[in-house]
């Protein structure tokens, strides 16, 4: 029979984890096994990122800025035009094969046209986090509301509810979920795909920074721009969660009750 974990064994086993493998990484380097000019060690990391830290929180600003211009324009278009794609018929015919046409193509492939369209500046960029945030909101939006219980939909209509009532009040509650899926999806996308385009276009945010790094081989200040991101993401998945769990979710179980 599995014992369930404590709350402190929540805490100390994680913590435990990344001190051994911290421990492994730097006796590894220190001992020659793991030459430090491919991997330095974690000590080496460290320093780089305290003599570095004023250009990498700049970095990092203009990265977290890129991605939540990104984010939010692409999720709001995302979400309001799923919802009226998933509830008139009639439009779903019409923008289908577009959406299908358009959503397998790799996002960062949409880059050269940017930089042909806008130039060599923030914009492109911008572009393709919209892009990024706007396909997963859109395609789960779509699905939640085809989803959605159209008993509930008829009883609304036959009770001489709106179209605007019937999509606030029965429908959005009921495609909830999946939109809530569909809008973590976009952030993960978003920082998958706004550093590589920053790479691209040069002295832009922390993929500008990774990449100048590694043309210098600095290998150290490389790992501090990679592991900058990977805690900007765990932080804004971490605070997606408690949005979720605090207030859409809930928004949907007080919708439903009423």
């Known amino acids: 029979m599995k014992r369930t ?3 402190s064994e929540h805490w100390l086993l994680p913590f435990a984890g990344v001190l051994c493998v911290l421990i492994v990484w730097e006796a590894c380097v220190r001992g020659g096994v793991i030459r430090s000019v491919f991997l330095p060690a974690p000590s080496a990391v460290l320093a780089a990122l305290v003599e570095n830290l004023r250009y990498l929180l700049a970095s990092a600003a ?3 800025r890129d991605i939540a211009i990104g984010y939010v324009s692409g999720c ?3 979400v309001g035009l799923g919802l009226a794609i998933g509830y008139w018929r009639r439009l779903d015919l019409a923008l289908a094969p577009v959406l299908l046409l358009l959503s397998p193509i790799p996002i960062v492939t949409f880059l050269p046209l940017f930089i042909i369209w806008f130039g060599l500046n923030l914009i492109p960029v911008l572009c393709c986090a919209f892009i990024a945030a706007l396909f ?4 789960s939006s779509i699905s939640g509301v085809k ?3 159209r008993a509930l939909v008829e009883a609304a209509r036959n009770f001489g509810a709106s179209n605007r009532q019937i999509v606030m009040k029965v429908v959005l509650p009921g495609a909830l979920p999946e939109i809530a899926n569909g809008l973590r999806l976009s952030i993960q996308l978003c920082f998958l795909v ?3 385009a920053e790479m691209i276009m040069g002295d832009i945010g922390l993929g500008g920074l990774i990449w100048k790094s590694a043309d210098l ?3 150290e ?3 501090v721009g990679q592991l900058t991101l990977g805690t900007m993401g765990l932080i804004l998945y971490k605070t997606f969660d408690y949005v979720e769990t605090r207030h859409l979710l809930k928004w949907k179980r007080h919708a439903n009750a009423s």
């Open 5 to 7: 974990a404590s709350r």
């Open 62 to 64: 203009v990265t977290l």
């Open 76 to 78: 709001t278009l995302g």
């Open 136 to 139: 997963p909101s859109l395609m």
């Open 147 to 149: 989803n959605a219980d």
């Open 194 to 196: 706004t550093p590589v």
């Open 217 to 219: 081989f600095k290998t």
């Open 221 to 223: 200040l490389v790992l």
